[in-house]
């Protein structure tokens, strides 16, 4: 089983920034994680914000695009949020999940969802 672990979540103003991070873990230390990051505002469906894949390769929603930034540790089992120019907008529970994993002995689709973390931007 794969857990995820998300902090980062906070209250700021518009224009300021944060910092989300989701930790994966359960599996062994050679497994890898393509990941992604959703959001949901109340009342609100869930959308995609932003993923990224083992190789680097990233793509963000347009909403997004160019105010945010999505990457990852060397073990690439951690998976950042760096948001910038944050509008009241962007209020949402954030989630990360998992998109595919990779292994020494395979790799496979995988949709492991965190837990969320609340951001709250005011104007």
């Known amino acids: 089983q794969v857990h995820l672990v998300e902090s980062g979540g906070g209250s700021v103003q518009a224009g300021g920034s944060l910092r989300l991070s989701c930790g994966a873990s359960?599996?062994?230390?050679?497994?890898?994680?393509?990941m992604s990051w959703y959001r949901q505002a109340p009342g609100e469906e869930r959308e995609f914000v932003s993923a990224?894949?083992?190789?680097?390769?990233?793509k963000y929603a347009d909403s997004v695009q160019g105010r945010f930034t999505i990457f990852q540790d060397k073990g690439k089992n951690t998976v950042y949020l760096q948001m910038n120019s944050l509008e009241p907008e962007d209020t949402a529970m954030y989630y990360c999940?998992?998109?595919?994993?990779?292994?020494?002995?395979?790799?496979?689709?995988?949709?492991?969802w965190g837990q969320g973390t609340q951001v709250t931007v005011s104007s």
């Open positions: 359960g599996l062994s230390s050679d497994c890898s994680y393509a």
């Open positions: 999940k998992t998109d595919r994993i990779y292994c020494s002995y395979g790799s496979w689709q995988a949709d492991y």
């Open positions: 990224i894949d083992r190789d680097g390769s990233t």
